[in-house]
């Protein structure tokens, strides 16, 4: 085996050691974000539950609009430390446009679905 032969070999062996490291750190941030989604979701979920309790005995409206408030806040917070997470493996999200297109598709998705099952 030639000089320039073994240099390659050991040229690919560290850019698998390297693909490596870099699949872990991946999976360490996937594993991480799934577990907050999975938790900030059991909140939102428990929030919109509890306004949706309110509504229906018709008790105090102010207090379903600070439901709502606590909601918005949630979601603000988890969507930055998901972002921030993200910016860590260079996958953050950046545009305002596309996350306003995917704000009027998931709320006309919901609109769909509710509709359809009222009918």
């Known amino acids: 085996m030639t000089t320039q032969q073994t240099t390659g070999l050991a040229d690919a062996g560290d850019r698998c050691v390297q693909f490596e490291r ?3 750190r991946l999976r360490t941030t996937i594993t991480w974000i799934d577990g ?3 938790e900030t979701a ?3 979920e428990a929030l919109a539950k ?3 309790a309110i509504l229906q005995t018709g008790d105090n409206v102010v207090d379903v609009y600070r439901l709502l408030g606590t909601i918005a806040d949630v979601a603000t917070n988890h969507m ?3 972002n ?3 910016e860590t493996v260079d996958a953050n999200y ?3 446009n596309d996350r306003s297109e995917l704000a009027e598709t998931l709320i ?3 609109w769909r679905i509710k509709t359809e099952v009222e009918t």
Do not use: K
Request: aromatic share 0%; with cysteine; net charge neutral.
């Open 94 to 96: 950046r545009s305002d």
């Open 50 to 52: 509890g306004a949706q």
């Open 108 to 110: 006309n998705r919901r």
């Open 80 to 82: 930055n430390t998901v």
């Open 42 to 44: 059991s909140t939102l």
């Open 22 to 24: 870099e699949v872990s």
């Open 36 to 38: 907050l989604t999975q």
């Open 84 to 86: 921030c997470e993200a």
